[in-house]
Antibody
Framework: EVQLVESGGGLVQPGGSLRLSCSAS????????MHWVRQAPGKGLEYVSAISSNGGSTYYADSVKGRFTISRDNSKNTLYLQMSSLRAEDTAVYYC???????????????WGQGTLVTVSS | EIVLTQSPGTLSLSPGERATLSCRASQSVSSSYLAWYQQKPGQAPRLLIYGASSRATGIPDRFSGSGSGTDFTLTISRLEPEDFAVYYC?????????FGQGTKLEIK
């Protein structure tokens, strides 16, 4: 069974940093692109970032470019999202999701992790 | 970027009825690269449909997707109590990936 388990969320002050992790199991992690999608409280879904299977290509939404860094460790089956210069509008549940392909494009998302809540507030 | 507009915002129906949810794109979605997700309160979204009409693994056949170009539809043929949730469409044919704002399917 494919499983994605996020961790690392919490309360952080504006301007602070946080690193999210996503531990993957049940599939060959190094063969698939991985993605982060977030959902602000009571709002819809926003595509945040993606990384190709070998880590050679990355994508960032304009809203997080220059502040967030996605990475992966295929030896540990783990995906990361390093978030810095956090703002109140970054408050959301962050989901780790798997795509069906090695590359960044043409991906639907299945499955989704349970999500980890990031709250940016003073 | 492609903007997806879902309608209606809220749909009130009774179990056993047929539900028709719409997703309209601001420009053509290439190769029908459109997916549908279901999200229940406090849960992560779940993939229902990809490629506009292909059901994901384990999804009951009362869920079906159709459409092409700019107009797509998710149909639930006979509503079960567990189908009342929020539904999102997503296009993945053009960068950036975008989602619709969601349709809430509630019990009448």
């Amino acid at each position: 069974e494919v499983q994605l388990v996020e961790s690392g969320g919490g309360l952080v002050q504006p301007g602070g940093s946080l690193r999210l992790s996503c531990s993957a199991s049940g599939f060959t992690f190094s063969s698939y692109a991985m993605h982060w999608v977030r959902q602000a409280p009571g709002k819809g879904l926003e595509y945040v970032s993606a990384i190709s299977s070998n880590g050679g290509s990355t994508y960032y939404a304009d809203s997080v470019k220059g502040r967030f860094t996605i990475s992966r460790d295929n030896s540990k089956n783990t995906l990361y999202l390093q978030m810095s210069s956090l703002r109140a509008e970054d408050t959301a549940v962050y989901y780790c999701v798997k795509g069906p392909r090695q590359w960044l494009s043409m991906n639907w998302f299945d499955p989704w992790g349970q999500g980890t809540l990031v709250t940016v507030s003073s | 970027e492609i903007v997806l507009t879902q309608s209606p915002g809220t749909l009130s129906l009774s179990p056993g009825e047929r539900a028709t949810l719409s997703c309209r794109a601001s420009q053509s979605v290439s190769s029908s690269y459109l997916a549908w997700y279901q999200q229940k309160p406090g849960q992560a979204p779940r993939l229902l449909i990809y490629g506009a009409s292909s059901r994901a693994t384990g999804i009951p056949d009362r869920f079906s997707g159709s459409g092409s170009g700019t107009d797509f539809t998710l149909t639930i043929s006979r509503l079960e109590p567990e189908d009342f949730a929020v539904y999102y469409c997503q296009q993945y044919g053009s960068s950036p990936v975008t989602f619709g704002q969601g349709t809430k399917l509630e019990i009448k």
